[in-house]
């Protein structure tokens, strides 16, 4: 269980960081969820806690340094990070992990089952490691895996207390090689443009878990 105490940045400064952060990357390969702000220009933040419901799966399941321990580190290791740029605080929790038990969903989140929790009226914050970008794909259309490394943002705010009350984070292996070497392909689609290291992983989890804050 995490005990994180975070604070909001101000916009422009949480996005000069990231762009500093990401600037070895091709920019085309990278996507996040919009800042979004009240009718006055405030940007909507979370209460007093953001509690966060993890996939089970694996980020790649044939290599160690991304099965669901290590990315789920990466996770935390990210929270960590955005909490040394705190003004006001609340608590970040990881919450119960997905899917539920009781939804008899399977073991892991997957093209079949995200819908279950993401763009749902279930009270989750869903972290998703999509191994193959088959999320992805279901959600952005066909080849999207080879352009979208990973997406994060809010889902519901409440206007009147200018609150977030839902949010979601999608991780994709979709480029990251497997124990072979190779990245998915699919036909018609053009291919990886970017072979991910550790490095970069981190950096992108790192890049979309401040979209969540």
């Known amino acids: 269980m995490l005990g994180l105490i975070h604070k909001i940045l101000p916009i422009r400064q949480v996005f ?21 702000t009240t009718i006055d220009g405030v940007p909507f933040r979370w209460g007093t806690e953001l509690v966060f ?36 605080s609340f608590d970040i929790y990881e919450g119960e992990s997905l899917p539920f038990i009781e939804d008899d969903a399977g073991s892991d989140l997957n093209q079949n089952n995200f819908d279950l929790y993401l763009n749902s009226n279930v009270a989750v914050n869903p972290v998703v490691f999509d191994e193959n970008g088959e999320v992805l794909e279901e959600i952005f259309g066909e080849c999207s895996k080879f352009s979208l490394l990973a997406f994060a943002g809010f889902e519901d705010w409440n206007i009147n207390t200018g609150t977030i009350e839902k949010a979601r984070a999608v991780f994709s ?29 981190r950096t992108m989890i790192l890049h979309e878990v401040g979209h969540l804050l």
Do not use: Y
Not at 24 to 34: C, E, K, S, T
Not at 58 to 67: I, M, T
Not at 173 to 192: E, H, L, W
């Open 16 to 36: 000069s960081i990231i762009f500093t952060l990401i600037a070895f990357v091709p920019l085309q390969a990278w996507a996040g969820g919009a800042q979004q």
């Open 53 to 88: 419901n993890a996939d089970k799966g694996n980020l790649k399941s044939d290599v160690a340094a991304f099965r669901h321990d290590a990315a789920m580190q990466m996770v935390e290791d990210a929270f960590d990070t955005w909490g040394g740029l705190v003004q006001n």
């Open 173 to 201: 292996g979709a480029c990251i090689p497997d124990s072979n070497g190779k990245t998915v392909s699919q036909d018609g689609c053009g291919g990886c443009p970017i072979r991910l290291d550790s490095t970069q992983v």
